[in-house]
């Protein structure tokens, strides 16, 4: 078995193979063997339950599909139909922040059944609706590993649609930019955490 839901173990059971460290956590109800190596197909499928069909993951989210690390509380979706509200899935298991795609195309990556935005584009998303304390290390990480180049993110931060979030995300890029300018490309030690 890839991956295990809480429904198919029920609650004590998929609780006690946490505990015991039989099962490894990857979202609230889903889980994988702790022999099998997570990987963005199988944080996919672990998440695909929970989103909405025709979303495309972003932000924070999008970037723990594709690197790993910590799913956040709130996981932000694009939707070219829907609207910007909030909802938590039927199971509990996560709060979906629901967000009206703009009038261009966004660049996607597919991991297991689920789409995720292109790397870029989950950083813009992140600057733009996650909180800024969360979101700016993540960027200057991506930066200082090359998982994205300052121009993919400039790129991708051109594509978003005007707005306040856009704003947002704008002024905190133009200070992450200016701390790696003045850092050499380097990241501070307080900033590389």
């Known amino acids: 078995m890839i991956l295990v839901r809480e429904s198919e173990i029920g609650s004590p059971g998929y609780a006690r193979a946490v505990r015991e460290g039989s099962l490894m956590p990857l979202t609230a109800t889903s889980g994988a063997p702790v022999d099998i190596p997570a990987s963005p197909t ?6 695909s339950v929970d989103i909405p069909r025709g979303a495309v993951v972003s932000g924070l989210a999008g970037i723990w599909v594709l690197r790993g690390g910590l ?17 938590t899935s039927p199971r509990g298991a996560q709060r979906i922040r629901i967000h009206a795609a703009g009038a261009t195309e966004l660049p996607t990556v597919a991991a297991g059944p689920l ?14 609706w996650a909180p800024l304390r969360l979101a700016i290390p993540l960027v200057w990480r991506e930066l200082r590993d090359d998982g994205v180049s300052e121009r993919e993110v400039t790129a991708a931060l051109l594509t978003t649609a005007p707005d306040r979030a856009r704003v ?16 050499g490309g380097q990241p501070k030690s307080a900033c590389a955490a």
Request: with cysteine; aromatic share 4%.
């Open 42 to 47: 199988l944080r996919g499928l672990a998440l």
């Open 71 to 87: 799913l956040p509380s709130t996981v932000d979706v694009v939707r070219r139909s829907g609207s910007h509200r909030a909802r």
């Open 115 to 128: 789409a995720v935005a292109a790397p870029a584009r989950c950083l813009v998303d992140a600057l733009r």
């Open 168 to 183: 947002r995300a704008a002024s905190a890029w133009s200070a992450i930019q200016d701390a790696w300018a003045a850092n």
